[in-house]
């Protein structure tokens, strides 16, 4: 009797504890489920604030030569009205609605409608069909990865007008370049509120729905983990390569068309800033399927912070270099091109060789050779929403016994090159290392929360063996 009793109480416990691990996985594992008043504050600065400071920044290249402080002072000493700067701002045209509709048309076809064929000849390269992390609710999606080859597609159309069938100028983008701005606004706005909405009434997953009961959170943060239409059209990884990262080296390229146009040559600068940005950009497509393990799509849903991010910020502050070059143009002398050409290959380097060591680590199961031996690491488990208990390994060799985030201290590196290449004379070349900075080091603290509260006392295993984040003996 008493050892039934005894073993009825065990199996009690025994559920508890599941039940307990479920919980925490479900509270903690992915986005917030709670709202504290910080991160309430936080959000409504942006909804209110991200999108006027993308416009502050086109418009202050546009009627102040890209000098961030001339339009404050013309508003604090009179000189003009807040009327004055808009009334002189270019307005949503038809055109320019024509041009982003077709654009963003063509990547859903290219996206939708032509199953990849690049991994079928190019050597190394992983496309097709192809299997992302776990969710959550511990659920496996599928995806179509073929965003190399409709980057390929894009750039030779693109090429072959400027060549030879001029039906439009090369300099098209940057002459639309405000109108497009609004377009961009109106499809990032509209995606999240469509995502929020789709999560309500018809989420692809509802094991995967998060609702905090905060309105703004779940608008901005998103509800869906992965929403989709259909089999194949999921949010999170078209808008977050297509159409903003494929118009990235187009926008380089409309850039370099203006500043010939006006200044009669394409300065070094303007070339550092095509190649270097370009490198990073046909490294994001070729490895578009390493993408689907990383935090975008393993861990943050979908709402407003990727709909809007990848519609209006990525594509406008992201090419604020080569923007600035237009207005500014900037001929290098060969140390100082040659120091960026280096600092920007090397930060490349180290960004791609610390990712390919955790990608092989992962593809082999810790079963490969990591600067010539066999890697160690930490032997970690985790528990799904559905209560299913799942184990990984945390790798401590190669870069990954450097810093628990090096991929991002070589694309840090990679930034600033980017910076570089403008010279001295204005900070806004300068934005994008410092946003940068500030977003790959929240997303680290933000990740080894996440990983903190999945993992455990694993993880407390793992910063002991890997101490520092991003530089060593430093951070």
């Not at 990032?188 to 309105?215: E, L, Q, R, W």
């Not at 903003?244 to 380089?252: D, E, K, S």
Request: hydrophobic residues 45%; charged residues 15%.
């Amino acid at each position: 009797m008493a050892a039934r009793q005894e073993k009825k109480l065990a199996e009690e416990r025994k559920h508890q504890n599941m039940q307990n691990g479920t919980k925490a996985s479900q509270g903690q594992w992915g986005r917030a489920w709670e709202v504290d008043w910080f991160s309430l504050a936080s959000i409504l600065f942006l909804l209110t604030f991200a999108p006027l400071i993308v416009y502050y920044f086109i418009m202050s290249c546009a009627q102040y030569q890209c000098s961030l402080t001339a339009p404050l002072l013309d508003l604090l000493t009179g000189n003009k009205h807040l009327s004055d700067i808009w009334n002189r701002t270019p307005t949503l045209t038809y055109r320019a609605a024509g041009i982003y509709s077709l654009w963003v048309t063509f990547q859903v076809v290219l996206y939708m409608s032509f199953p990849d064929f690049c991994h079928k000849f190019l050597p190394g390269y992983v496309g097709g069909v192809q299997e992302g992390a776990v969710t959550p609710a511990g659920v496996v999606n599928k995806y179509q990865i073929n965003g190399l080859q409709a980057w390929i597609i894009t750039h030779v159309l693109w090429f072959a007008n400027a060549s030879f069938l001029h039906l439009f100028s090369p300099t098209i983008i940057f002459d639309n370049w405000i109108p497009l701005l609004w377009c961009a606004n109106i499809l990032g706005y509209a995606v999240s509120t469509f995502a929020m909405i789709k999560g309500y009434f018809f989420p692809t997953n509802a094991k995967d729905c998060k609702f905090t009961g905060n309105f703004f959170y779940d608008y901005m943060m998103g509800i869906e983990f992965n929403p989709r239409i259909g089999k194949w059209f999921d949010f999170k990884l078209f808008f977050n390569g297509r159409p903003g990262i494929v118009a990235w080296t187009l926008i380089n390229l409309s850039f370099a068309a203006k500043q010939q146009e006006l200044h009669g040559e394409v300065t070094n600068s303007m070339i550092l800033v095509n190649v270097l940005q370009g490198i990073y950009v046909l490294d994001f497509f070729w490895n578009e399927a390493w993408y689907l393990k990383t935090i975008d799509i393993c861990h943050d849903h979908f709402g407003w912070y990727l709909g809007w991010g990848d519609c209006v910020w990525l594509p406008y502050l992201y090419t604020l270099q080569g923007l600035y070059l237009v207005y500014h143009p900037v001929q290098l002398c060969t140390a100082h091109a040659l120091g960026v050409l280096v600092l920007g290959l090397l930060g490349y380097y180290i960004f791609r060789a610390t990712n390919h060591q955790k990608d092989l680590f992962r593809r082999t199961n810790g079963n490969c050779r990591i600067w010539g031996r066999r890697p160690e690491y930490i032997e970690c488990s985790y528990t799904s929403v559905d209560g299913t208990r799942y184990h990984s390994k945390l790798m401590t060799s190669g870069f990954w016994g450097w810093a628990r985030h090096f991929n991002y201290t070589g694309d840090l590196m990679g930034s600033l090159a980017y910076c570089l290449a403008c010279g001295f004379e204005h900070f806004l070349p300068y934005f994008y290392i410092t946003y940068m900075a500030v977003l790959l080091i929240h997303r680290c603290l933000r990740d080894e929360h996440r990983c903190s509260s999945k993992y455990g006392k694993d993880w407390e295993r793992y910063t002991a063996a890997v101490p520092y984040r991003l530089l060593p003996g430093v951070f």
